[in-house]
């Protein structure tokens, strides 16, 4: 027999305790911050999977390592402008942006 502990909180409503219901300013704050996180893992996957270094990739989209590093590490915040160089001058590829309402 399988026991069910009824002390565990579903992630939604951890996300709701922390950070406030859907729409609210705090819980917009988080999800800002969680979709420039995952931006800046998915560069660096692409990186990693091109076999590229901080360095490469920011000579062949004409930035800097550290700002690389800090869009990876989710220190900075990217215009919308150097990311679309970033994927089309030192990924060879094309942005696509969608909207979920």
Do not use: W
């Amino acid at each position: 027999m399988k026991k069910i502990n009824n002390d565990l909180t579903s992630f939604a409503d951890h996300l709701d305790a922390e950070y406030g219901k859907p729409g609210t300013p705090g819980r917009v704050n988080y999800e800002q911050g969680f979709e420039t996180f995952k931006l800046g893992i998915m560069l660096q996957e692409l990186r990693k999977e091109r076999g590229m270094t901080q360095g490469e990739l920011a000579e062949k989209c004409g930035t800097t390592k550290t700002y690389i590093s800090r869009i990876e590490n989710n220190a900075s915040d990217i215009r919308l402008s150097t990311l679309i160089r970033i994927i089309h001058e030192g990924f060879g590829g094309h942005l696509k942006l969608s909207v979920d309402l």
